[in-house]
């Protein structure tokens, strides 16, 4: 399988890369561009397998040394440069982030990172916890993998022969993509499932499948033997195979605007982009395709063969660049991605001037040691061997000096315990109060006749809460979803007094919101509470259905739902928020305010 054969494929990965960042920068603009991840899975597991058989084949052996040597020079200046550099930024920035920094490293650097995030709770999906490492998830899986592929290589050829490997790597891919769709819950937090290497490496098989099924094509091509059928079948997909790749890749693009975080993509949505991956490089791949010739556009081609190097930086840099312009993260995040590209670009080019490239031609001492006469040179290995020794000491100092929690953390914990504490002091009232009966005309209520449910969004507003309406219960928690909300009512109205009159709801920040979901918590309340709903403000794909979900039930039901916009609130004063631009600052009183002039206002309207 000669390499020429794979023109295209810097191409795909450059549109891959394109949509993974997208979908971190402003997830709003690109729902499931999470789905690019699966197209590097496919390609990477395509390649490494092609690798591998291809010197099997040619009996060179599989050259396990110079397999080693070649990943472990491809993987690590760029981390060893990217480490120390954002742990030393976001000392000077934002130390939110090097929360827990230290483990992060180490397992970052061991390939395991993905476990670790998976047993120390870590999400992909929060916003809440700024964490550098967050997208080394995906090196963590890719090394797993090239550990595995040589060893799986070897059993299959040694005790099996023609397409049963192919069939075996398919029903891996199989197993991993219905691990997946059975340990997702919807409601749930899907990191575990996300992270996994086990449930998340059907693109990994599905391109290990394909190439060895593409040795086994071209080897019975060579020799002369290949069936009729089989032969009929290459000459109808050389007419068919760039239509189908073309597609294909239209299918991903719709997938990836349409699909979110939920059981379409954890439960066969992520399967079917890694198929589509498949059919991609099928028909991408073979001489006179025309789908080469939409895949070699050179800023495609650039940022594909420099995929991994924009791919590290992009994330921490976009972190330091929203620390620095919190007033933007919502309101202009397109001028965050702009700035975040710009900065990606040139930490990519000097990651591979100073780093990568010097590493691929000459080893790892051609950090510190020129590789080709000429001054230039020199100058490049002093200015690596200054950057790094000069980011290495500052970094691990940050490391050994990182705070424990994040800011936020340590607001919403102190907002947690006042909260708690109010709970303590007005137990007895609770206890013996009851709820007033619902009168034709609703008439301002006090904070003795309010229950408030809440997220980490209430729960960083509720000092103010129980400022404007003394006397309210208020129950908050970090990450908590609409999901929990019929639940925690049901509770509450097991207790004497527990559910009052009015119900205020701020559960929209976590994961998405339906009107079933909505309908459930108006039926768990009933026809004599008045329920108050607070939408979302946070930079997540979700917040904008969520959002138009909560506004059109409330005009369903006018009488009985008020809704409280505090995502236009809080859009024009975005001082107010804490550095992850989505929590408020302890003291605001802006949540409250605006909780209390929408219900005036709803009152005056006649309800």
């Not at 700024?130 to 799986?152: I, K």
């Not at 129980?466 to 609409?482: H, K, L, W």
């Not at 939408?535 to 039930?553: E, G, I």
């Not at 039901?557 to 236009?568: A, I």
């Amino acid at each position: 399988m000669a390499r020429r054969h794979f023109v295209g494929l810097d191409g795909l990965k450059g549109i891959a890369l394109i949509a993974i960042v997208l979908y971190h920068c402003d997830q709003r603009v690109l729902h499931g561009g999470f789905l690019g991840v699966d197209v590097f899975f496919t390609i990477s597991g395509f390649l490494i397998f092609s690798s591998l058989l291809r010197r099997i084949d040619a009996g060179e052996g599989m050259g396990l040394g110079e397999y080693c040597l070649k990943r472990l020079r491809r993987i690590y200046p760029a981390l060893f440069a990217l480490v120390p550099i954002t742990v030393t930024l976001a000392w000077f920035v934002n130390r939110d982030m090097l929360v827990g920094i230290r483990d992060q490293i180490i397992t970052v650097l061991l390939g395991c990172y993905n476990w670790y995030a998976i047993s120390s709770g870590g999400s992909y999906f929060s916003q809440t916890n700024p964490d550098l490492c967050r997208h080394l998830w995906f090196m963590a899986v890719l090394m797993q993998f090239y550990v595995v592929a040589p060893l799986l290589i070897t059993v299959l050829r040694n005790s099996i022969r023609r397409w049963i490997p192919v069939l075996i790597l398919v029903g891996l891919s199989a197993c991993s993509a219905l691990s997946m769709a059975l340990q997702y819950h919807p409601g749930d937090d899907p990191t575990r499932v996300y992270f996994g290497s086990d449930t998340h490496a059907a693109g990994l098989w599905l391109g290990a499948a394909f190439a060895w099924g593409l040795m086994i094509w071209q080897r019975d091509r060579d020799r002369g033997i290949m069936p009729d059928a089989m032969d009929r079948i290459r000459r109808a997909w050389g007419n068919a195979g760039p239509v189908a790749a073309f597609v294909a890749l239209l299918a991903l693009i719709w997938m990836m605007r349409r699909v979110d975080q939920g059981a379409m993509a954890f439960q066969g949505g992520i399967f079917v982009a890694s198929v589509l991956s498949v059919v991609m490089i099928a028909g991408s791949i073979p001489f006179g395709s025309w789908m080469q010739d939409l895949l070699v556009f050179k800023p495609l081609v650039l940022i594909g063969r420099h995929s991994y190097g924009i791919y590290l930086w992009h994330w921490p840099l976009y972190l330091f660049v929203r620390t620095m312009l919190p007033q933007w993260t919502v309101v202009h995040a397109g001028r965050l991605l702009a700035i975040t590209a710009v900065c990606t670009a040139i930490m990519s080019i000097v990651s591979w001037r100073l780093f990568e490239s010097p590493v691929l031609r000459g080893g790892f001492l051609a950090l510190a040691r020129p590789t080709v006469a000429g001054a230039a040179d020199v100058m490049r290995c002093c200015v690596a061997v200054a950057l790094l020794v000069g980011s290495c000491g500052m970094g691990a100092y940050a490391v050994a000096h990182a705070p424990v929690r994040t800011s936020v953390e340590r607001d919403l914990m102190d907002a947690s315990m006042a909260m708690a504490q109010g709970r303590e002091n007005h137990a007895v009232l609770n206890r013996n109060k009851t709820p007033a009966p619902r009168k034709p005309a609703h008439k301002m209520p006090n904070g003795t006749q309010m229950t408030a449910i809440g997220d980490s969004v209430m729960l960083a507003s509720s000092k103010g809460l129980q400022s404007t309406f003394p006397g309210i219960t208020v129950d908050a928690e970090t990450s908590r979803s609409m999901t929990k909300a019929v639940g925690l009512v049901n509770q509450l109205k097991a207790q004497p007094g527990g559910l009052r009159q009015w119900v205020l709801v701020g559960l929209a920040t976590n994961s998405a919101v339906t009107d079933d979901q909505l309908g459930d918590l108006l039926d768990a309340i009933g026809s004599d509470h008045v329920l108050v709903l607070i939408n979302a403000h946070a930079p997540v794909s979700w917040v904008s259905d969520t959002n138009a979900a909560l506004k059109r039930f409330a005009g369903a039901h006018p009488n009985d739902v008020v809704l409280v916009d505090w995502d236009t609130l809080i859009s024009a004063h975005p001082d107010e928020l804490a550095r992850d631009g989505i929590h408020p600052g302890v003291e605001n009183t802006l949540y409250s305010q605006l909780v209390k002039d929408t219900i005036t206002n709803w009152i005056k309207q006649g309800h």
